[in-house]
Nanobody
Framework: QVQLEESGGGSVQAGGSLRLSCATS????????LGWFRQAPGKEREGVAS???????TYEDSVKARFTISEDNAKNTLFLQMNSLKPEDTATYYC??????????????????WGKGTLVTVSS
């Protein structure tokens, strides 16, 4: 059983930065995908970024060059550094884990474990 817990959300003005963390616990498989998703009110949950056990990193087009996903294996923590934030980035952000690599990006229906989410609000 893998458990995920996000932190680091908050309110920031447009152009600002936030760093989200996702602490993982439980059995970490050697083959995996770790991803960040977000869901804005009234919208579907969308994949934002992913990193897998093969070292492949993907980003959704709207966050490329602004967001950076990384992991600290020693601390079992996943990060999402978010820079140049825009009001349209406002959403609840979730981390998720899949027990298989994800070379084409995180897919909602493939993820096996989810955190409870952390809210990010960007004001103009």
């Amino acid at each position: 059983q893998v458990q995920l817990e996000e932190s680091g959300g908050g309110s920031v003005q447009a152009g600002g930065s936030l760093r989200l963390s996702c602490a993982t616990s439980g059995y970490i498989y050697s083959r995996y995908c770790l991803g960040w998703f977000r869901q804005a009110p009234g919208k579907e949950r969308e994949g934002v970024a992913s990193i897998d056990s093969d070292g492949i990193i993907t980003y959704e087009d709207s966050v490329k060059a602004r967001f950076t996903i990384s992991e600290d294996n020693a601390k079992n923590t996943l990060f999402l550094q978010m820079n140049s934030l825009k009001p349209e980035d406002t959403a609840t952000y979730y981390c998720a884990a899949d027990l298989s690599p994800c070379p084409y990006g995180p897919r909602y229906y493939d993820m096996d474990y989810w955190g409870k989410g952390t809210l990010v609000t960007v004001s103009s």
